[in-house]
């Protein structure tokens, strides 16, 4: 079965979530593929996005389509790998967008691909389907997944004043109306996806680290280091 156990501070959201009918169906389903299929992320880190962004220091979150589907490469964070595996297309082209948005070199950082020095900063890197088959992308889509991550996200956006809202994509930019709420004045910042498709459509350019970091000192918080 799916976690019984939430990440600290996710306590709330998981219970209601668990409650729910698809919640079970989603645990049947994956439990058949594990049965028969090789399936990514390892079953320990399904959650990993949680576990390393506790709901109440979440301050930014980039949102990813679902895991990374070729073997060693997902560990539950969107669009981060394990570390001392090479760089997938879309993650290179971050790590150009990276570099010429706020001078960072990731090629030459020690973790280069794993990114969860951002995590400890408040970056929720999370997938909208937390799990996938070996070479086939998108397998997992449309089993309750998005259920279970667009409400985590609302929570998100219910239980804090400001947090940047990094989508890029418009599977990604679909969340935003469950986002927007009155009282609240969260930061969305929109392009395409860094994929080798659309990279070049305006994703190169559209300086997302330095919008986020302005985004967060003109709310009076503490900006990323996206060097760490």
């Known amino acids: 079965m799916l976690c019984t156990t939430p990440p600290p ?54 949102v990813g389509q679902d895991p990374y589907h070729q073997p060693d490469q997902a560990h539950g964070l969107s669009f981060s790998v394990n570390t001392n595996v090479a760089p997938p297309p879309s993650l290179r082209n971050i790590f150009t967008e990276l570099l010429n948005d706020v001078n960072v070199d990731r090629n030459q950082h020690p973790a280069k691909g794993n990114l969860s020095s951002w995590t400890e900063q408040g970056v929720l890197l999370l997938n909208t389907t937390c799990t996938v088959r070996r070479g086939e992308a998108g397998s997992h889509s449309g089993k309750g997944w998005e259920k279970f991550t667009t409400a985590a996200l609302r929570v998100v956006a219910e239980t804090h004043e400001h947090v940047v809202f990094i989508l890029w994509g418009k599977h990604a930019q679909a969340l935003r109306p ?12 929109e392009s395409p996806h860094p994929s080798p498709l659309s990279a070049y459509r305006g994703f190169f350019g559209s300086k997302p680290f330095s919008q986020a970091n302005t985004a967060l000192i003109k709310a009076t918080q503490v900006p990323i280091d996206w060097s760490a």
Do not use: C, M
Not at 26 to 44: G, K, N, V
Not at 181 to 189: A, C, V
């Open 178 to 189: 469950h986002l927007e709420l009155t009282g609240h004045h969260h930061t969305f910042i």
């Open 9 to 62: 501070g996710w306590e709330t959201i998981f219970a209601v979530e668990q409650s729910k009918n698809y919640w079970e169906e989603l645990s049947i389903f994956i439990d058949a593929e594990r049965a028969s299929r090789e399936i990514y992320p390892p079953h320990h880190e399904v959650f990993a996005a949680f576990a390393a962004t506790p709901l109440h220091k979440v301050k930014v979150v980039i």
